[in-house]
């Protein structure tokens, strides 16, 4: 039998396990040896191949990073894999974000030395553990998505003045030479650097850089199966053949043995200098690995293969996952855990469609670090460092850098860059929020108000937020304006507190009672709110035609309401027509110009194929909350799909299907009808010796509807748990039924079936009530009963619930 699901637009239901993949049910096997295990058969480890081949990639992407990363510490090499294999095994299986890949992260390069220097390793262990606790703290008091709040262009300042200060100690390796602790004596010491070069450790960083950097811009066929291998794999492989074959004197990895591994010890130093690490490591891992989360699930939402469901990031678990990870990495001796960006992309690149990945790579991890030893000691040091230095460059992004110049917040990126590099992290951090709460006070305070006089008219811009602060500019800029003059006030901003509120209020009223009259506007011109006589609002993109009487000043509602009915055909349509056209050129088309001049040069690429009645008194953009390019819309009389050779020379319908499920390749295709529908009142209505009209010959296309609810061999359709109110509503819903039957005829809607890369769905809007119901299940034949169930707003904990069913079923 179809269920339905909560979902309240057309867009968020493409979410759900109906449109993106067939539920699978599992056979009861029986118990003992003749059922393949019995009871122990639900223990047996389900893996995906997808997830296999994606833990392959990660790992050979994860193994050099980690050891690079350990190197630019300063720790022992094998804390760079403990953390590896802690972040996947543990962070992925407690984390909260399925295909997020955890380990050491290049920003905590720079922490960790700190820490190193200042305290010792085993020390830095401890402290690493501490950060642990401090995280499943704050996952306890549920602030994992207040840490997103932090403004992004002081996230990626961090992240930036971090790949500087490893950019610049790295290059010291990469010449020949040890780095500084400080960023300011590595750079002061590169000249000096720079007469004493090693020629092999130079020539060694170079061959892995030129790698890195051209291994992913080999063009064509070849290109694309070279791709396959990680670049970061590849150019470690390739400076170490070339330091084999030549014999070059140049340090390599040193592991020593697993016996020997140092553990964590309890810090000495002073209280405030321990806690500082603890925060700042808790800080920046709990930052880091939150976004990355959040842009995972972006990536898993644009990927079009595979289509398996994976459930959305759930934040708080996800901090609780890294927490417990740093615990037991710290307790191991590892490196800080973090989600890291560039292993999580590979994941789902490659992709991966449940956590079992991650845990792979951990474990794929282990078993290089005790089984690989003799290999991995052949890996030069230049090698690994010219690696984590390229890294560290990378992380100075240009697109991040014109992101925050383009929302004019570069001030703030470049003073927590600074103050990274030259002072700290937590002071940078700190600078950063202190420059963004100066610029946002800026902002909010800067208003400029301006007055001038076209035409008679007396116009008064405000730009900016209007507070309490330009409440005297405001009012001496109103108090100019001469008793009784006609007077535009346009607001361009997006904030106005109680005092300048009460301002223009007072004033609005004062001036219309002394016989002047009053307009709002915004800065595009749209009318925000009516002189103080009038007693409506403005109207809005959605409202009817005949009910706009904006223009009316002197009109109350229930006069405006008895006219309209008196006279519903006073305005002529040509002007109505005309009034929209002008209505949008200046209130919608500033605000969707932009999005449209995308869709311009990029073309269409709709999700949905949305099939539904040409009645009037269906918006599908309004009762879908859908925007320009989301869907394909065919509209006929009955929202019919004729089947493919009975449309008598008329192929509108199936090219119009062809078109979108062929070319445009949609994921789903929705058929919705509506309550009232005068089509298939006209079916009921029908009488066998009626002339033969256009319309008639169209309707019969909906014979088949009329049957089927005449059936005995099918029950008729339910809505919300009940019966129809009368045979028009039981014809609405029948025939949305039988058009979706009438698709699989489709020769092209029957491949994509067959191949799992479309879905059908059926919908039924009921006017009067403006509410919707969604229809699961496509199989009319298969079902004995249709139903249709309501469509409601989803409340967060019941959300939060079903993300956690939909995981567990994954």
């Known amino acids: 039998m179809p269920a339905c699901v909560p979902t309240r637009t057309a867009r968020s239901a493409r979410t759900t396990d109906s449109t993106e993949t067939p539920r699978t049910t599992r056979s009861r096997r029986p118990e003992g040896p003749a059922g393949g295990g019995g009871r122990f058969d639900r223990f047996r480890p389900h893996i995906a191949g997808t997830d296999f081949s994606a833990s392959i990639a990660v790992f050979l992407i994860a193994l050099p990073l980690s050891l690079g990363i350990a190197l630019a510490t300063g720790a022992p090499l094998q804390a ?50 501490f950060a642990g ?144 690490g603890v925060l700042t490591i808790t800080l920046v891992t709990s930052v880091q690995s939150l976004l990355s989360a959040v842009a995972v699930d972006k990536l898993v939402a644009a990927r079009k293969e595979p289509k398996t469901v994976v459930p959305r990031s759930n934040l708080d678990r996800e901090l609780a996952g890294q927490g417990a990870a740093n615990i037991v990495s710290g307790a191991l001796g590892g490196l800080p855990v ?130 309490f602060l330009a409440v005297p500019r405001l009012t001496r800029a109103l108090h100019q304006i001469p008793q009784g003059a006609q007077v535009v006030v346009e607001l361009d901003g997006s904030f106005m507190d109680h005092a300048a509120y009460e301002t223009l209020q007072d004033w609005q009223v004062a001036h219309v009672a002394r016989g002047g009259q009053v307009e709002m506007t915004g800065r595009s011109g749209g009318r925000t709110a009516g002189s103080a006589s009038s007693s409506h609002t403005c109207c809005r993109p959605w409202t009817p035609w005949r009910n706009h009487r904006c223009g009316e000043q002197h009109q109350t509602e229930d006069q405006a309401a008895r006219a309209a009915h008196a006279a519903p055909a006073a305005r002529p349509t040509g002007h109505q027509l005309a009034s929209g056209l002008s209505s949008f050129q200046r209130n919608t088309a500033p605000l969707v110009r932009d999005e449209l001049a995308r869709l311009a040069r990029e073309g269409q690429r709709p999700s949905q194929l949305f099939l539904t009645c040409a009645d009037s008194r269906l918006v599908t953009s309004m009762i879908t909350a859908s925007g320009p390019g989301d869907l394909f819309t065919v509209r006929n009389v009955g929202n019919l799909v004729p089947p493919p050779g009975e449309e008598g020379g008329d192929d509108s319908v199936a090219a119009a299907i062809e078109y979108a499920v062929e070319v445009l390749r949609v994921d789903s295709i929705t058929v919705c009808g509506h309550s009232g529908c ?111 169930n309501r469509v409601g707003p989803v409340e967060p904990a019941a959300l939060e619930e079903r993300e956690e069913r939909e995981e567990q079923r994954v």
């Open 338 to 467: 973090a989600g890291v960006a560039v292993r999580s992309v590979a994941n789902v690149s490659a992709g991966a469609v449940s956590r079992t990945s991650t845990m792979l790579h951990g474990l794929w991890v282990v078993l290089a670090a005790l089984l690989l030893v003799p290999v991995l000691d052949l890996i030069p040091l230049p090698a690994l460092a010219a690696l984590v230095m390229v890294v560290g460059i990378q992380m100075v992004s240009i697109t991040r850098i014109r992101t925050v110049t383009r929302h004019r917040e570069v001030l703030v990126y470049a003073v927590t860059l600074a103050g990274v590099v030259f002072v700290g992290i937590l002071e940078g951090v700190a600078l950063g929020i202190a420059v963004a709460i100066a610029v946002a006070m800026h902002r909010l305070t800067r208003t400029r108000i301006t007055r001038e006089e076209q035409d008679g008219v007396h116009l008064v811009r405000a730009r900016g937020q209007l507070t």
């Open 80 to 129: 760079g894999l403990v953390a590896a294999a802690v972040g996947g095994l543990v962070a992925g299986r407690l984390g909260g974000s399925p295909l997020q890949v955890s380990g050491p992260a290049a920003g905590l390069t720079v922490v960790t030395a700190d820490l190193i220097q200042k305290f010792g390793w085993r020390a830095t262990c401890a402290i690493t553990v």
């Open 133 to 276: 606790f401090a995280q499943l703290g704050l996952a306890a008091l549920k602030v994992a998505r207040s840490a997103l709040a932090v403004s992004p262009a002081i996230v990626h300042g961090m992240l930036a003045g971090i790949g500087v200060t490893i950019a610049a100690a790295q290059l010291h390796i990469v010449l020949g030479g040890t780095p500084q602790s400080e960023t300011l004596a590595n750079v002061r010491g590169l000249p000096g650097q720079l007469a004493d070069v090693h020629p092999a450790d130079l020539a060694v960083s170079l061959l892995t850089i030129a790698v890195l950097l051209l291994w992913p811009r080999v063009p064509g066929r070849v290109g694309r199966a070279l791709r396959k291998v990680p670049a970061a794999l590849t150019a470690v492989a390739a400076a170490t053949v070339l330091a084999a074959c030549v014999a070059m004197p140049v340090p390599h990895v040193d592991l020593p043995s697993w016996s020997n591994h140092a553990l964590p010890g309890l810090p000495e130093g002073p209280v405030l200098g321990i806690a500082a």
């Open 678 to 788: 005068g089509a298939m009142q006209a079916l009921l209505n029908s009488k066998p010796d009626a002339p033969q009209t256009p319309l008639r010959r169209w309707l019969r296309h909906g014979l088949p509807s009329l049957e089927r609810m005449a059936s005995r061999h099918h029950a008729w359709a339910r809505i919300a748990g009940r019966l129809p109110a009368d045979a028009v509503e039981q014809l609405c819903l029948t025939n949305v039924v039988q058009q979706l039957e009438n698709l699989k005829a489709h020769e092209s809607v029957a491949r994509r079936l067959a191949e799992g890369t479309l879905t059908l769905q059926g919908m039924y809007f009921h006017v009067g009530e403006a509410q919707a119901y969604l229809l699961q299940g496509t199989d009319p034949v298969a079902n004995l009963d249709d139903v249709f």
